[in-house]
């Protein structure tokens, strides 16, 4: 898509990927559903399976050409996340527990005040970690090794 970079940038998101949303403006107003992406760089979010519009695609060496569906970006202020209680779409507020852990919950004129869960696809990751030590890795035997004692004089610079 050919949007351009947002001129004034949200710098603390409160919606998230993974997130259950209800579109509050445009085509698709009154539907919800997953987020699958988050553009930040746009201020922008993809919902899984709404705002399709249709892209003409020209035949290539390896694919087939034709007009598919895709989902096109929604900016974030038409979409709402929805109250687990209520249904209905609601502002999301940060509060801290007793015990000190810091949660989303529902605010607004319809919302329960319930507390909104971390989606669970956050917890996994996109890329995984590497396993093995890389050729460019330190080896865990020079990490350890100790090379200044001030004491012993180890490592110390000659002034």
Same mark, same amino acid.
């Given at each position: 898509? /050919?949007?351009k970079a947002? !001129?004034?940038? @949200?710098? *603390?998101?409160? =919606?998230?990927?993974g997130d259950n949303v209800m579109i509050i403006r445009g085509k698709d107003k009154g539907e919800s559903g997953l987020i699958k992406r988050v553009i930040r760089s746009q201020n922008r979010v993809i919902v899984e399976g709404k705002n399709? #519009?249709? &892209? *003409? @695609?020209?035949?290539g060496e390896g694919h087939t050409g034709g007009i598919f569906s @895709? !989902?096109?970006p929604l900016h974030v202020s038409n979409v709402q996340v929805v109250d687990p209680v209520t249904g209905k779409p609601c502002k999301i507020g940060y509060k801290y527990l007793e015990d000190?852990? &810091?949660v989303r919950f529902a605010r607004g004129m319809n919302?329960? /005040?319930? #507390? =909104?869960?971390r989606p669970e696809i956050l917890? !996994?990751?996109?890329k995984p970690r590497p396993t093995s030590p890389g050729s460019k890795d330190t080896p865990i035997e020079l990490v350890l090794e100790k090379t200044y004692d001030e004491k012993a004089g180890i490592g110390m610079p000659d002034l």
């Open positions: 898509m /050919g949007w947002a !001129e004034k940038l @949200i710098r *603390h998101w409160k =919606i998230l990927r399709l #519009v249709k &892209k *003409h @695609i020209k035949q @895709i !989902e096109a000190g852990t &810091k919302a329960s /005040g319930a #507390v =909104i869960p917890k !996994e990751r996109r």
